[in-house]
Protein backbone atom coordinates (compact mmCIF):
# COMPACT_ATOMS: atom_id res chain seq x y z
CA UNK A 1 0.00 0.00 0.00
CA UNK A 2 1.64 3.36 -1.14
CA UNK A 3 1.90 6.50 0.93
CA UNK A 4 -1.41 8.28 -0.46
CA UNK A 5 -3.77 5.40 0.22
CA UNK A 6 -2.11 5.42 3.99
CA UNK A 7 -2.82 9.04 4.15
CA UNK A 8 -6.25 9.07 2.97
CA UNK A 9 -7.07 6.33 5.45
CA UNK A 10 -5.24 7.75 8.34
CA UNK A 11 -7.54 10.63 7.23
CA UNK A 12 -10.78 9.45 7.23
CA UNK A 13 -10.10 7.68 10.29
CA UNK A 14 -8.93 10.71 12.49
CA UNK A 15 -11.77 13.31 10.62
CA UNK A 16 -14.22 12.42 13.58
CA UNK A 17 -12.15 12.35 16.59
CA UNK A 18 -10.09 15.60 15.86
CA UNK A 19 -13.62 16.97 15.49
CA UNK A 20 -14.61 15.38 19.14
CA UNK A 21 -11.40 17.01 20.40
CA UNK A 22 -11.62 20.83 18.43
CA UNK A 23 -15.02 20.68 20.45
CA UNK A 24 -13.45 19.18 23.88
CA UNK A 25 -10.47 22.04 23.68
CA UNK A 26 -13.36 24.65 23.33
CA UNK A 27 -15.50 23.56 25.85
CA UNK A 28 -12.61 22.78 28.35
CA UNK A 29 -11.33 26.15 27.31
CA UNK A 30 -14.79 28.19 28.20
CA UNK A 31 -15.11 26.45 31.41
CA UNK A 32 -11.46 27.72 32.46
CA UNK A 33 -12.41 30.87 31.30
CA UNK A 34 -16.33 31.68 32.29
CA UNK A 35 -16.26 29.69 35.70
CA UNK A 36 -12.69 30.34 37.66
CA UNK A 37 -14.29 29.86 40.81
CA UNK A 38 -14.39 26.10 40.13
CA UNK A 39 -12.86 23.55 42.56
CA UNK A 40 -9.26 23.16 41.67
CA UNK A 41 -9.78 19.73 40.73
CA UNK A 42 -12.09 21.12 37.79
CA UNK A 43 -9.70 23.63 36.40
CA UNK A 44 -6.75 20.70 36.28
CA UNK A 45 -9.14 18.33 34.37
CA UNK A 46 -10.05 20.72 31.66
CA UNK A 47 -6.40 21.86 31.30
CA UNK A 48 -5.59 18.25 30.88
CA UNK A 49 -8.01 17.85 28.21
CA UNK A 50 -6.79 21.20 26.03
CA UNK A 51 -3.61 19.46 25.88
CA UNK A 52 -4.56 16.27 25.32
CA UNK A 53 -6.43 17.77 22.32
CA UNK A 54 -3.25 19.59 21.55
CA UNK A 55 -1.15 16.09 21.53
CA UNK A 56 -3.99 14.20 19.15
CA UNK A 57 -3.58 17.36 16.67
CA UNK A 58 0.31 17.27 16.94
CA UNK A 59 -0.07 13.67 16.38
CA UNK A 60 -2.18 13.65 13.22
CA UNK A 61 -0.28 16.49 12.18
CA UNK A 62 3.14 14.46 12.32
CA UNK A 63 1.79 10.89 10.66
CA UNK A 64 -0.25 13.20 7.73
CA UNK A 65 3.62 14.62 7.28
CA UNK A 66 5.40 11.33 7.08
CA UNK A 67 2.82 10.13 5.08
CA UNK A 68 2.86 12.86 2.47
CA UNK A 69 6.58 12.68 1.84
CA UNK A 70 6.26 16.26 1.00
CA UNK A 71 8.84 17.55 3.77
CA UNK A 72 8.57 21.83 4.18
CA UNK A 73 6.14 21.33 0.88
CA UNK A 74 3.51 19.95 3.27
CA UNK A 75 3.39 23.12 5.54
CA UNK A 76 2.40 25.44 2.52
CA UNK A 77 -0.21 23.45 0.96
CA UNK A 78 -1.67 22.49 4.55
CA UNK A 79 -1.63 25.70 5.77
CA UNK A 80 -4.80 25.31 7.74
CA UNK A 81 -3.87 22.37 9.50
CA UNK A 82 -0.49 24.40 10.61
CA UNK A 83 -2.32 27.47 11.71
CA UNK A 84 -5.11 24.89 13.68
CA UNK A 85 -1.84 23.30 15.39
CA UNK A 86 0.04 26.61 16.59
CA UNK A 87 -3.05 28.16 17.51
CA UNK A 88 -5.06 26.28 19.41
CA UNK A 89 -8.52 28.97 18.91
CA UNK A 90 -9.15 28.25 15.39
CA UNK A 91 -9.28 24.16 16.13
CA UNK A 92 -13.25 24.72 15.90
CA UNK A 93 -12.83 25.03 11.83
CA UNK A 94 -12.31 21.32 12.02
CA UNK A 95 -16.07 20.87 12.74
CA UNK A 96 -16.53 22.76 9.52
CA UNK A 97 -13.91 20.68 7.25
CA UNK A 98 -15.73 17.97 8.81
CA UNK A 99 -18.77 19.09 8.10
CA UNK A 100 -18.08 19.53 4.42
CA UNK A 101 -16.57 15.91 4.27
CA UNK A 102 -19.13 14.10 5.89
CA UNK A 103 -21.94 16.28 2.89
CA UNK A 104 -19.16 14.78 0.29
CA UNK A 105 -19.47 11.37 1.93
CA UNK A 106 -22.76 10.66 1.39
CA UNK A 107 -22.94 11.40 -2.43
CA UNK A 108 -23.26 15.16 -3.75
CA UNK A 109 -23.93 18.00 -1.19
CA UNK A 110 -27.16 19.30 -0.92
CA UNK A 111 -26.71 22.76 -1.06
CA UNK A 112 -25.36 25.05 -4.06
CA UNK A 113 -21.87 25.60 -3.98
CA UNK A 114 -23.01 29.43 -3.23
CA UNK A 115 -24.98 28.04 -0.17
CA UNK A 116 -21.89 26.02 1.15
CA UNK A 117 -19.97 28.79 1.24
CA UNK A 118 -22.15 31.14 3.14
CA UNK A 119 -23.34 28.52 5.57
CA UNK A 120 -19.50 27.86 6.34
CA UNK A 121 -18.40 31.41 6.54
CA UNK A 122 -21.00 31.65 8.87
CA UNK A 123 -20.18 28.69 10.96
CA UNK A 124 -16.76 29.56 10.84
CA UNK A 125 -17.45 33.06 12.32
CA UNK A 126 -20.13 31.34 15.05
CA UNK A 127 -17.10 29.01 16.09
CA UNK A 128 -14.16 31.87 15.68
CA UNK A 129 -15.98 34.75 17.09
CA UNK A 130 -16.92 32.62 20.53
CA UNK A 131 -13.32 31.09 20.74
CA UNK A 132 -11.95 34.74 19.64
CA UNK A 133 -14.48 36.56 22.48
CA UNK A 134 -13.41 33.80 25.02
CA UNK A 135 -9.72 34.76 24.44
CA UNK A 136 -9.63 38.56 24.54
CA UNK A 137 -11.49 38.64 27.65
CA UNK A 138 -9.50 36.09 29.21
CA UNK A 139 -6.63 39.11 28.60
CA UNK A 140 -8.51 41.71 29.34
CA UNK A 141 -10.85 40.98 32.68
CA UNK A 142 -9.08 42.99 35.16
CA UNK A 143 -6.86 44.84 33.43
CA UNK A 144 -6.58 48.39 34.41
CA UNK A 145 -8.82 50.81 32.98
CA UNK A 146 -10.15 47.87 31.00
CA UNK A 147 -13.50 48.37 28.90
CA UNK A 148 -14.44 44.80 28.47
CA UNK A 149 -15.45 43.78 32.25
CA UNK A 150 -17.87 41.00 31.37
CA UNK A 151 -18.15 38.08 28.96
CA UNK A 152 -21.03 39.61 27.43
CA UNK A 153 -18.65 43.06 26.95
CA UNK A 154 -16.40 40.65 24.58
CA UNK A 155 -19.50 39.14 22.66
CA UNK A 156 -20.44 42.48 21.78
CA UNK A 157 -16.90 43.58 20.83
CA UNK A 158 -16.63 40.70 18.55
CA UNK A 159 -19.96 41.19 16.70
CA UNK A 160 -18.86 44.80 16.05
CA UNK A 161 -15.24 43.66 14.94
CA UNK A 162 -16.62 40.95 12.36
CA UNK A 163 -19.13 43.29 11.23
CA UNK A 164 -16.19 45.90 10.77
CA UNK A 165 -18.40 48.29 12.43
CA UNK A 166 -15.79 49.49 15.43
CA UNK A 167 -17.66 51.55 17.57
CA UNK A 168 -14.73 51.54 20.04
CA UNK A 169 -17.16 51.60 23.11
CA UNK A 170 -15.61 48.28 23.80
CA UNK A 171 -12.07 47.86 23.24
CA UNK A 172 -8.85 45.45 24.59
CA UNK A 173 -6.20 47.61 26.06
CA UNK A 174 -3.60 45.04 26.67
CA UNK A 175 -1.40 43.90 24.33
CA UNK A 176 -2.13 40.68 24.07
CA UNK A 177 -5.86 41.96 23.83
CA UNK A 178 -4.65 43.95 20.95
CA UNK A 179 -3.24 41.31 18.81
CA UNK A 180 -6.03 38.73 19.32
CA UNK A 181 -7.83 41.79 17.81
CA UNK A 182 -5.75 42.20 14.78
CA UNK A 183 -6.35 37.95 14.08
CA UNK A 184 -9.78 39.09 14.49
CA UNK A 185 -10.48 41.73 12.49
CA UNK A 186 -8.75 40.14 9.57
CA UNK A 187 -11.04 37.19 10.35
CA UNK A 188 -13.91 39.26 9.93
CA UNK A 189 -13.12 40.71 6.96
CA UNK A 190 -12.13 37.38 4.90
CA UNK A 191 -15.53 36.01 5.90
CA UNK A 192 -17.60 39.03 4.83
CA UNK A 193 -15.72 39.30 1.63
CA UNK A 194 -16.15 35.60 1.05
CA UNK A 195 -20.24 36.39 2.20
CA UNK A 196 -20.92 38.88 0.27
CA UNK A 197 -18.48 37.91 -2.98
CA UNK A 198 -20.42 34.60 -2.83
CA UNK A 199 -23.86 36.44 -3.03
CA UNK A 200 -23.08 38.56 -5.51
CA UNK A 201 -21.63 36.48 -7.60
CA UNK A 202 -25.03 34.25 -6.80
CA UNK A 203 -27.08 37.13 -8.27
CA UNK A 204 -24.96 37.53 -11.47
CA UNK A 205 -25.90 33.88 -12.54
CA UNK A 206 -29.25 34.90 -11.74
CA UNK A 207 -29.84 37.74 -13.97
CA UNK A 208 -27.42 35.95 -16.27
CA UNK A 209 -29.75 32.85 -16.45
CA UNK A 210 -33.23 35.44 -16.50
CA UNK A 211 -31.54 37.59 -19.47
CA UNK A 212 -30.45 34.02 -21.45
CA UNK A 213 -34.46 32.76 -20.51
CA UNK A 214 -35.62 36.03 -21.83
CA UNK A 215 -37.43 36.03 -25.44
CA UNK A 216 -35.36 38.08 -28.38
CA UNK A 217 -36.55 41.37 -28.91
CA UNK A 218 -37.99 41.97 -25.34
Known sequence: MDDDSRKIRWEARTEVPLAVASLVFLTSYAIRVLAPGLPD????????LMLASWALFAVDYAVRWRLSGQRLRFVRTH??????????????????????????????????????VMLYAGLSAVLLGFAGA??????????????????GDAVWWTCATF?????????????VGRLIAVGMMAIGMALLGAVTGTFASWLLQVFAREDDERPPGS
Not at 41 to 48: K, S, W
Not at 79 to 91: A, H
Not at 163 to 175: E, I, L, Q, W
Open 79 to 116: WLDTLVLVLPLLRPLRVVKVYEAVQRRHGRPRLALHAR
Open 134 to 151: LAVYQQERGAPQASMRTF
Open 41 to 48: GVLALCLA
Open 163 to 175: ATVGYGDVSPVTP
